[in-house]
């Protein structure tokens, strides 16, 4: 088992930055290779970045490469979302997940093994 926490969500005004963190805990999260999901109101979820084990590998949307960018700090057992220059469009619950992995993607969500309950990013003037 995997249990994971996110934080550092918020309501933000378009062009800000915001640092989602997401803590694991229980089995050893070096193993896992980790994905940012997110889900607006209506939609469904989608995915956003993923990293492998090791932090060499990262994949984005399209939609957001050359804003946000995911790492991992595996001795905290911590994986990160940095978001810059934040659009309206980027409003969602986003979420983290795990799945053991050698390499990265575009991962379907239904895919991952583990997850957080998410947190709320609000872009809005």
């Known amino acids: 088992q995997v249990q994971l926490v996110e934080s550092g969500g918020g309501l933000v005004q378009p062009g800000d930055s915001l640092r989602l963190s997401c803590a694991a805990s229980g089995r050893t999260f070096s193993q896992y290779a980790m994905g940012w999901f997110r889900q607006a109101a209506g939609q469904e979820r989608e995915f956003v970045a993923s990293i492998s084990w090791n932090g060499a590998l990262t994949y984005y949307v399209e939609s957001v490469k050359g804003r946000f960018t995911i790492s991992r700090d595996n001795a905290q057992n911590t994986v990160y979302l940095q978001m810059n220059s934040l659009k309206p469009e980027d409003t969602a619950v986003y979420y983290c997940?795990?799945?053991?992995?050698?390499?990265?993607?575009?991962?379907?969500?239904?895919?991952?093994?583990?997850w957080g309950r998410g947190t709320l990013v609000t872009v809005s003037s």
């Open positions: 997940a795990a799945v053991e992995a050698e390499l990265v993607g575009p991962f379907n969500p239904k895919a991952m093994s583990y």
